[in-house]
C-alpha cells in the first residue's frame, strides 16, 4: 500500500494526466478484471465492401441504444457507486461520482489506509484533494478536457463538441466490428471513438489529452453496460494509460436523479496548482 499516494502525487499519473486518471472512470467509467487473452485479440481495420453508413445515423444508433434522447433528458442528477482497481500498484479502493448538468461532478475515492481523494469540477474550475498532495487546483488543459469527455449530456452532443466527425471505417474491437469516427475538435485535438455495428453502443475511445507536458492518449474499453430505469450506462469500464498498466473501474449501483447537495460542488480555497493566482473559492450553481 505503499504506493497509493505517490500514484495521485509524484509518478507518472502526476506528470500530464495526475486526476484525469479519474476522469476516465465514468467516470461513469467502469471496468472488471479483464483475463490476458483478452487483451491478445486483433484489434484492427476489418475490409469491408459494403457502404459505410452516415455519421448521424451511427451517432442515432447509439443514443437510440442508450435508451433514447427522452429517457437520457430525463435524468437530471445521477450518483454511480463503485469499485477501482490498479492492479500494478495493488490499489484497490471505492468511488463515487455526483454529477449534475452541464459539467458538474464530484468523485471521492476511498483509499484503504491512506485516506481519501476527492475531485470536484464545476462548468469552469476544479480542485483535487488528496493525502499526498493537498488541494490543489486544476489546469485550463484540464478543465479542457473535463467539458470535452465528462459532459453529463455528452452522449447526446458529441456533433457539437466535435467541429468534425469523420467514419474512417469499420474495425475489430475485441471480435466485434465497429464503426470507427475520427473526432476533431476546433483546436484539432483528436478522439477515436468505435461503435458497435451489432448493437449501436460505444465500445473503445481513444482519448487525447494535450497538456503542458505534451499529449497523452488514453484508451478506453466498455466492456458491459448496466441498464437503469429505461437508460442504459456503461458498468464495467477498463482503462489503458499511455505509460502501460491496467485501470479497471466496475460501477455496482447506478442512482438516476439522485438528489446532490449542490454545495457538494464548492471549491474551497488556500489551493495550490497552475491556476492559483485565480479565485479558487467560487461557489458555481448546477442547472436545476
Known sequence: MKMMIPLFANNPIASGVRSNLLLYFYLGL?????????????????????????VSNVLNAYISALGGKNKLLQVQSRKLVGSLEISDFGLNATAVIEEKPPYFRKMTIQLPGSGRLTEIF?????????PGTGLVVK???????????????????LDEIYESLEIKGLWNIQGEPCYMLECKTATDVSDLLYFSKITGLLLRQDQSNPSSDGVSKFSVYYDEYLKVEGALYPSKIRVQPPFGGVILF???????NAPIDVTAFQ??????????????SQSVQPES
Open 267 to 280: 471549491q474551497p480555497g488556500n489551493v495550490t496548482g497552475s491556476n492559483s493566482n485565480e479565485d479558487s
Open 122 to 130: 464545476t462548468d469552469s474550475h476544479g480542485w483535487t484533494h488528496s
Open 139 to 157: 489546469s485550463k488543459d484540464e478543465i479542457a478536457f473535463h467539458r470535452r469527455i465528462n459532459g453529463f449530456y455528452r452522449d447526446l452532443k
Open 30 to 54: 467502469t471496468c472488471c478484471l479483464v483475463c490476458y487473452k483478452s487483451f491478445a485479440q486483433a484489434e484492427s481495420a476489418k475490409p469491408s465492401t459494403e457502404p459505410l453508413p452516415s
Open 250 to 256: 466496475e460501477v455496482e449501483n447506478v442512482i438516476p
